[in-house]
């Protein structure tokens, strides 16, 4: 599959799971935990392999979006960390619903940058063929990813 295609399929599936969090009744404590493991599954996933494979790619495709690479994993860095917070935090915490709103803000922020600032350059720049290889490579690469939101590399300063 396409390299960005690939990306924009798993911010969709964030997303779906982000309107089920919204939709979720305030004392919905069992089914906001399962979704909150689900996303923070689905974003630890996301995040390794576009630091693993994505990133790097698009940073020597095109060095002009340098800066947006190293904003791109600050932005990632910010949103591991409150995982990792949100994972030993009570879903009945007066904090974890709040919580989970900047998480989601945060990360709508940082998909809708990729999607329209910078993963267009990236994909004028990269051929076909390339961006397929690159898709494939990352599809392979979600089996490797860790499980643990302080693993990825972006956790680290
Ligand atoms: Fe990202
Ligand atoms: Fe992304």
């Known amino acids: ?6 990306l924009k399929e798993d911010h969709k599936t964030v997303e779906a799971l982000f309107k089920r969090f919204e939709k979720a009744g305030e ?16 974003l630890v996933t996301h995040a390794y392999i576009e630091e693993e494979i994505f990133y790097p790619a698009a940073r020597a495709k095109v060095p002009e979006t340098t800066d947006h690479v190293l904003e791109s994993v600050e932005e990632h860095h910010v949103v591991v960390w409150m995982l990792a917070e949100l994972k030993e935090l009570d879903p009945a915490d007066e ?8 998480l989601m803000e945060n990360v709508r922020h940082h998909v809708q940058e990729e999607e329209q600032d910078w993963f267009p350059q990236v994909r004028a720049a990269m051929g076909r063929k390339e961006s397929q290889e690159l898709g494939e490579r990352m599809t392979a690469a979600k089996a490797d990813a860790p499980a643990e939101p302080l693993a990825v590399k972006s956790a680290g300063s």
């Open 27 to 42: 004392r919905a404590h069992a089914e906001k935990r399962k979704l909150v493991d689900t996303i923070t599954k689905e």
């Open 95 to 102: 904090r974890f619903t709040a919580k989970v709103t900047v």
């Open 1 to 6: 599959m396409d390299a960005i295609v690939l």
